[in-house]
């Protein structure tokens, strides 16, 4: 009888998962400072709740829960810093127990976390669906990316891994790559820790951020074009998204040269070879992943060459991303399951059967694909501003003059139902402040934002604009008052 029921319980295929997670009784919560990376994961998943420092929705949303007294705590300079925070404060303490479910609190997804999340989660008897802290630091390392890579048989662009101790030293360890170059850090987000050096000037203002680390990855500078590609590794095999165009250093939308500031999705937007091998790449690389010990989401950057065609691997993110929500709200993850789902069921504890070629293969064909962008508007200037007014999260309009208005309040994108219209998630409110590099929103809308070659369309400069318009602000002149991590999203 035993053997007869586990045999019922073991789930197969899609349908059967999905009605797992209707179906689902376990407490799960997303713990971060916005909702933005999971947007929609509680209308698949029973008993789903975002927990968020930032209230991007004025209470409005019905899954989100964010503490309405402010704690005392340090000053947050992390993703991991807010999480620590959200996880001590009693009411999301108080929140937790009204939702337990016998002596365990649930299970929990974070977009970043560190050692100390752990123990704050474990305490309050929350069970992490991620493989640990130590392990996704290391593989979040841009230098262990390039050796992995290097395992899967991935090609990366041109480059060496060495300390640099002074301008003459890097032009001698990277001889073979030319003197225009690009250096990351192990550890950075959005761009600001990427460094274009060409000459003794340029190496002169990064000296400090690069010196002080004991390795870094140099690389050939290639004329490129950026692209993004999500994952998830699974006992079954690697379930693979399709290839996605970033964007990435406009000045409209971000401060640093090397930033992501955003991600489109259409079809025909490369060639079948890229897409081709970008995927078995992918899946080369996923597969090493599980050979490392790791499970779950992932995403890669692609660089493809425009000079000779050629796609590289950038630079990997273990995790969840700022691309998710475009990844996860398309036509072809809404025909079969979002891919954060294949992720959710590998923590279940549940045995399920799973064709991975066969979803891969559907996931590939572009008529299943639709046409969305999303834009990353951050605050550009070297100024502070103390925010006196800022528009609602929840569906704009915008009309022919260049003039935007709010149209209804909405929980995420797929209400958006042309191109004269785009979903706004506030991130900077009234009362916060605007510095440089701080998230002021992301704008979600039907269509394209860029041109053939790579430039701002004239429709996403008017939306860029007319969002900025919607917000006030008082200069502030004495020490910055805040230092929030430079990016909540990525």
């Given at each position: 009888?035993t053997q007869?029921?586990n ?5 197969s295929?899609?349908p ?19 909702n ?7 209308e ?27 704690i ?7 993703i991991?810093d ?16 009204s ?6 609190a649930?299970?929990?997804l974070?977009l970043?976390?560190d ?7 474990k305490?309050?008897?929350?069970e ?6 130590k ?13 992995i890579?290097e ?12 300390e ?8 001698e360890?990277s001889?073979k ?12 987000d ?11 000037e ?8 690069i ?18 590609i ?8 690697t ?30 937007a ?12 992918t ?9 490392e ?18 796609l ?9 991303t ?25 923590w279940?504890?549940?045995e ?14 572009q008529?299943?694909?639709?046409d ?7 605050h ?19 009309f ?9 309040m909405d ?21 916060d ?20 070659d ?5 429709r ?6 007319a ?24």
């Open positions: 009888m007869k029921n045999q019922k319980s073991k789930l295929g899609i059967d998962i999905r009605r797992f997670f209707y179906k689902n009784e376990i407490p799960i919560y997303f713990i971060s400072a916005t933005f990376n999971l947007l929609g994961a509680d698949w998943i029973k008993g789903f709740k975002f927990i968020c420092y930032i209230e991007c929705f004025d209470g409005l949303h019905p899954n989100v829960f964010s503490p309405k007294e402010e005392p705590h340090d000053e947050f300079e992390s991991e807010i999480n620590n925070y959200l996880l001590q404060h009693p009411e999301v303490q108080e929140f937790l127990k939702r337990k479910k016998g002596k365990k649930g299970k929990a974070f970043m976390f050692e100390k999340t752990e123990a704050l989660a305490k309050q008897g929350l992490l669906m991620f493989p640990t802290a392990m996704r630091t290391f593989m979040d390392n841009k230098v262990n990316t390039n050796r890579a395992k899967a048989k991935v090609p990366c662009v041109p480059y060496v891994l060495s640099v101790k002074d301008y003459e030293h890097l032009c360890v001889k790559l030319g003197s225009d170059l690009v250096i990351q850090t192990p550890f950075g959005s761009g600001h820790t990427t460094f274009f050096i060409s000459n003794k340029e190496f002169k203002k990064h000296e400090e951020d010196l002080k680390e004991k390795e870094v990855k140099i690389m050939k500078r290639i004329n490129c074009r950026g692209s993004a999500e994952a998830c590794v699974t006992r079954h095999g379930v693979v998204a399709p290839l996605m165009t970033e964007l990435v250093g406009f000045k409209d939308l971000t401060p640093y040269k090397g930033g992501w500031c955003g991600n489109e999705i259409y079809p025909g490369f060639t079948p070879e890229i897409r081709k091998n970008a995927r078995e790449y899946v080369r690389f996923g597969n090493q992943l599980r050979k010990g790791y499970k779950g989401y992932f995403e890669l950057d692609f660089l493809i060459d425009q000079d000779n065609g050629e590289y691997l950038g630079e990997l993110n273990p995790r969840v700022g691309a998710s929500s475009i990844t996860n709200h398309a036509v072809f993850a809404l025909a079969d399951a979002p891919l954060y789902l294949f992720h959710i069921l590998e279940m504890d549940v399920y059967d799973l064709d991975i070629d066969e979803l891969n293969e559907r996931w590939a064909i008529e299943n694909i639709d969305w962008s999303q834009l990353i508007i951050k550009t200037e070297d100024t502070i501003e103390y925010v006196t007014d800022a528009p609602k999260s929840g569906i704009w309009r915008l022919d003059n260049g003039h935007i208005q709010f149209n209804r929980t995420h994108r797929r209400a958006v139902e042309n191109e004269n219209e785009a979903f706004f998630l506030r991130i900077t409110g009234v009362g402040y605007m510095y440089e590099g701080a998230d002021l929103g992301i704008l979600v809308s039907r269509g394209r934002m860029m041109t053939n790579f430039k701002l369309t004239k996403a400069k008017t939306w860029i604009n969002i900025r318009s919607q917000y006030s602000s008082q200069m502030v002149e004495d020490k910055r008052p805040v230092n929030l991590t430079k990016s909540l999203t990525k």
